[in-house]
């Protein structure tokens, strides 16, 4: 998946879900700037983070990837 992808799920999910980048990101323990730059997809996405995002946003890893299994 291209980071641009990526970037767009994980904001949109954000904003689904009813955080700003400042409580996801407190809820996640990184700064805004971290969310940020994964949201505008300049940064490498470490899964680790993504499986913490999906946890809190209350999603399946899947689902915020778009990863599907064949």
């Known amino acids: 998946m291209e980071y641009d992808q990526l970037?767009?799920?994980v904001r949109a999910f954000r904003k689904l879900k009813g955080f700003t980048q400042h409580e996801l990101a407190a809820k996640l323990g990184v700064s805004v700037a971290i969310l940020?730059?994964?949201?505008r997809g300049t940064r490498k996405p470490d899964p680790k983070l993504l499986e913490r995002i999906s946890e809190t946003l209350q999603i399946s890893y899947d689902e915020l990837t778009a990863e599907r299994s064949q």
Do not use: F, I, M, T
């Open 36 to 39: 940020g730059s994964l949201e």
């Open 7 to 9: 970037a767009g799920r």
